[in-house]
């Protein structure tokens, strides 16, 4: 992982940090977020695609995110394993909305997209979904 920070590092993309983290565990990801310093326009989850690590972030970025800022949860599959290697089944709205019930809060406004078009490929994953949080 490590080795993919380093190599997006060096595009040298002005005012964007890249901070590796742990999502499986809150206090980890509020840790980073802290020595990552400051509060951010845009914060992007691109982890492990786990819809409860996914949560996770939501739950422990919202105080490193400046009023008007936008949080994305990219990658939210309809059908993926588990850490263990059980799998889920399909995510459907309904079950996201409950999920991130709680933190409804923190956010302004909140849209699940999903995006139509001729260069999209997800796979074997089927519709893949990204998730916009407006603070």
């Known amino acids: 992982m490590k080795e993919f920070i380093s190599s997006a590092e060096s595009e040298g993309i002005p005012n964007t940090y890249y901070h590796y983290t742990n999502?499986?565990?809150?206090?980890?990801?509020?840790?980073s977020m802290a020595e990552a310093g400051?509060?951010?326009d845009i914060i992007i989850e691109d982890s492990c695609h786990f819809l409860e690590t996914q949560i996770n972030v939501i739950e422990s970025v919202h105080p490193y995110l400046k009023q008007g800022g936008i949080?994305?949860?990219e990658d939210i599959y309809p059908i993926i394993k588990n850490k263990d290697g059980r799998?889920?089944?399909?995510?459907?709205?309904?079950e996201i909305q409950e999920a991130i019930e709680p933190f409804k809060q923190y956010y302004s406004n909140i849209v699940l997209v999903s995006s139509q078009h001729k260069y999209k490929y997800t796979g074997?994953?089927?519709d893949v979904r990204m998730l916009v949080l407006y603070k």
């Open 23 to 31: 999502v499986y565990e809150k206090d980890i990801i509020a840790k």
């Open 38 to 40: 400051g509060k951010f």
């Open 71 to 73: 949080l994305i949860i």
């Open 87 to 94: 799998g889920h089944g399909d995510y459907l709205e309904e």
């Open 124 to 126: 074997l994953y089927g």
